[in-house]
């Protein structure tokens, strides 16, 4: 029999977006997106322990300023939703440390939430399996399901399951160059939305043979070096109308020898692959002498996605 923890700690990573493919504004007002999703080292924690004047949380690190330490946060919010599933009060502290940036498209939010819902789960003794776990993530946030297992996976788009990647050890070396101003996600739908340029049905054919495309690729199984044509996002331009710091970014890395450049998520994040990490420390060193970003870090993926590590 295995004993149920009182205190935990768990880590969980960021993600980046390999690719994102975006469809035209549906009836109901949400967008068809494909995404590839790629779970980076890059980590906050997350430690639960009991407190019977719980929900309480502390924000520390990376952006606390910018975190909200009571029920708007993710991880309460995650807490919450467990505990009305399993029918338990989520009587628990809960101190969050991050290196995640805040509104980077680094899914910092959607992680954490993650780490609640496994962390609670374990303190709790509930035994909610992970499918579980990611249909409860789902209605938190799209991004959530994707860290409960992590490595690389594709997401087809508002309450579709994910589909998990086979992966086979190939190791990609980010260097993330987050610019001082973040982006809000609504505003780039909105202003990706006014740039279209075709009638609908024409938006939705492309989008169609686009989203096939990265379906079929090997994400998981091929080398990041054969799959140079394949990292695209389509948010890239609405986002560089609204924030130009981002073409600056992303043509900065081109010109200092980035393998690829490519933003992730709705910004403000640019990801620039690198050969190995000599060449993502040289890119660093490289980059750090533009003004426009507030934080320079290398990360390299797939990793895992929640884990324990203590308790
Ligand atoms: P995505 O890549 O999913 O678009 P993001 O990385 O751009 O997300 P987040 O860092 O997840 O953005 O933060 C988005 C918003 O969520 C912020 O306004 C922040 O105040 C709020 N928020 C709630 N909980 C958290 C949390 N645990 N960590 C960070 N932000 C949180």
Redesign the pocket.
């Known amino acids: 029999m295995t004993s149920i923890p009182s205190k935990i700690t768990l880590q969980v990573p960021a993600k980046i977006n390999p690719q994102i493919r975006v469809g035209p504004l549906r009836e109901d007002g949400y967008h068809d997106i494909t995404l590839a999703y790629q779970a980076i080292s890059l980590f906050d924690t997350l430690t639960i322990s009991q407190n019977p004047e719980g929900p309480t949380m502390n924000?520390t690190g990376m952006d606390s300023d910018?975190?909200?330490a009571d029920n708007?946060?993710?991880?309460i919010k995650a807490a919450s939703l467990l505990g009305k599933h399993v029918d338990v009060e989520p009587t628990f502290h809960f101190e969050?440390a991050?290196c995640?940036?805040?509104?980077?498209?680094?899914?910092?939010?959607?992680a954490?939430?993650a780490a609640a819902l496994v962390g609670c789960n374990m303190l709790w003794g509930s035994k909610v399996n992970d499918d579980d776990l990611m249909e409860l993530g789902a209605q938190i946030?799209e991004?959530v399901p994707f860290f409960i297992r992590g490595m690389m996976a594709i997401g087809l788009g508002h309450k579709q399951p994910l589909v998990s990647l086979e992966v086979t050890g190939h190791k990609w070396i980010w260097v993330l160059a987050i610019p001082f101003r973040?982006l809000s996600?609504k505003a780039v739908f909105q202003e990706h939305d006014e740039v279209l340029t075709g009638s609908l049905s024409e938006e939705e054919e492309k989008y169609r043979r686009r989203r096939q495309g990265c379906i079929d690729v090997a994400w998981g199984t091929s080398s990041p070096m054969e799959l140079l044509p394949f990292l695209v996002n389509d948010l890239e331009f609405p986002s560089t109308r609204l924030l130009p710091d981002i073409g600056i970014a992303l043509e900065a890395g081109r010109s200092h020898g980035a393998v690829a450049s490519l933003m992730?998520?709705?910004g403000s994040t640019c990801a620039f692959l690198a050969k190995d990490e000599a060449h993502a420390m040289q890119l660093k060193t490289e980059l750090q002498k533009e003004t426009i970003f507030r934080e320079i870090v290398i990360a390299s993926g797939p990793v895992e996605g929640v884990r324990v590590i203590q308790n």
């Open positions: 924000v910018r975190v909200p708007r946060n993710l991880v969050l991050k995640i940036p805040s509104e980077a498209g680094l899914g910092g939010g959607s954490d939430a946030g991004d973040g996600t992730s998520g709705s």
